[in-house]
């Protein structure tokens, strides 16, 4: 098992919708919490970072850490077909052996 | 431009061939992150170089080596290409210990035929 998992998609919505992009993780050692955005042939760009649990907002976006869960959540409030691109998940474990671990990506497209 | 710079963007070869990836940090970063992702893998951690020490190894296989230099750019050795080494390479810089983001250049394209 991965110690990060993410549906590799693709996430389909119409424009100005609601986008959930969504995380589990196995390790309990993470507590950064990051969000990228990498569009075609680029390299993946950082978005947001939380630090342990809680919400932190930017603009359109809202990143979500339950750590009691073992489930962070990226949200994209009126979708734009710019927000077209992958999105990877990443989460650093600081105690212990360090470790950055990204996830594999969901890829989304929105529709104009 | 995110500040980190790889060349060369595309890179096409023969197997069993030998090519030097590089990589310039974003001014002022000291650790330097290589990285390949392929459709099925995702982000697959190599190395990492903090100060032209080597600090962390990843799933870097014995064929590729890697080294940073005194001005702090790096270079990613990759030699006895197999087909299966095609992917995108990608370098990564950061502040020292940096508790979050990467700034990732914009790749280098591997295809080897």
């Known amino acids: 098992q991965k110690e990060v998992e993410q549906d590799p998609g693709p996430l389909s919505v119409p424009e100005g919708a609601i986008v959930s992009l969504n995380c589990t993780y196995s390790n309990s050692a993470f507590q950064y919490f990051m969000w990228y955005r990498q569009y075609s042939r680029k390299g993946p760009e950082l978005l947001m970072y939380?630090?342990?649990?809680g919400n932190k907002e930017d603009g359109r976006f809202t990143a979500q850490v339950d750590k009691s869960s073992k489930y962070i959540s990226l949200f994209i409030r009126d979708s734009q077909p710019s927000d077209s691109a992958t999105y990877l998940c990443?989460?650093?474990?600081?105690?212990?052996?360090?470790?950055?671990?990204f996830g594999t990506g969901t890829r989304l497209k929105v529709l104009a | 431009d995110s500040g980190v710079t790889q060349t060369p963007k595309h890179l096409i070869t023969a197997t069993g061939q030998r090519v030097t990836l590089r990589c310039s940090p974003r001014?002022?970063?000291?650790?330097v992150y290589w990285y390949q992702q392929s459709l099925d893998q995702g982000l697959q951690f190599l190395i990492q170089?903090?100060?032209?020490?080597?600090?962390a190894k990843g799933n870097i296989l014995e064929r590729f080596s890697a080294q940073q230099f005194p001005d702090l750019h790096s270079e990613l050795n990759l030699s006895s290409l197999e087909l299966g080494d095609s992917a995108l390479y990608f370098c990564?810089?950061?502040?020292?210990?940096?508790?979050?983001?990467?700034?990732f250049g914009s790749g280098t394209r591997l295809t080897v035929v």
């Open positions: 990443a989460m650093i474990a600081t105690s212990g052996t360090y470790k950055y671990i």
């Open positions: 939380t630090y342990s649990s």
């Open positions: 170089y903090y100060n032209g020490e080597e600090r």
């Open positions: 001014s002022g970063d000291l650790s």
């Open positions: 990564a810089s950061s502040v020292p210990e940096a508790n979050y983001g990467y700034t």
